[in-house]
């Protein structure tokens, strides 16, 4: 697999900021499961089988779908919390149009939000840390709107 290196810019708070996302790559496949516990998608996987992808036009304009959130979003009161913001906006957006969100799409969504708070500079522990309570938080919010959760 070879590293890409993708740009994403966004004006945040009338401030142009440019997002560097580093993915593996390959086949026309981005793997995006960088910072997901292999607990989330079974109780026994293998390293292997938990590398999760999409194709690179669907991972940029998913990347794309939150950056976009982002720059709507005003009064937050931390970029983290932007974030965030910028997550459940694409969750909820999905939700309207299909009320029901596969899992493992929720995951690609996590780990989109995961990747761009790696390019925005989070602490890579920190976003590891962040990434199990996200997904049980969104569960919860939505515990009728998620399918085939592991």
């Given at each position: 697999m070879e590293k890409l290196k993708l740009n994403f810019d966004a004006e945040i708070l009338g401030t142009l900021r440019t997002f560097i996302?580093?993915?593996p790559?390959?086949?026309g496949v981005v793997a995006t499961s960088e910072f997901c516990p292999t607990?989330?998608?079974s109780g026994s996987v293998e390293l292997m089988a938990a590398i999760r992808g999409e194709s690179l036009d669907a991972f940029m304009s998913?990347?794309?779908m939150q950056l976009f959130a982002?720059?709507?979003i005003?009064?937050?009161e931390s970029d983290l919390d932007r974030h965030i913001g910028a997550l459940m906006a694409v969750v909820m957006e999905r939700l309207s149009r299909s009320k029901v969100i596969p899992?493992?799409?929720l995951l690609t969504d996590i780990d989109c939000f995961s990747l761009l708070l790696k390019a925005a500079g989070f602490d890579p522990r920190e976003i590891h840390s962040m990434y199990p309570r996200i997904t049980q938080t969104i569960l919860n919010l939505y515990p009728d709107n998620i399918s085939n959760i592991p």
């Open positions: 996302v580093e993915v790559y390959s086949d607990e989330l998608l998913d990347c794309r982002m720059q709507k005003t009064d937050a899992f493992s799409d």
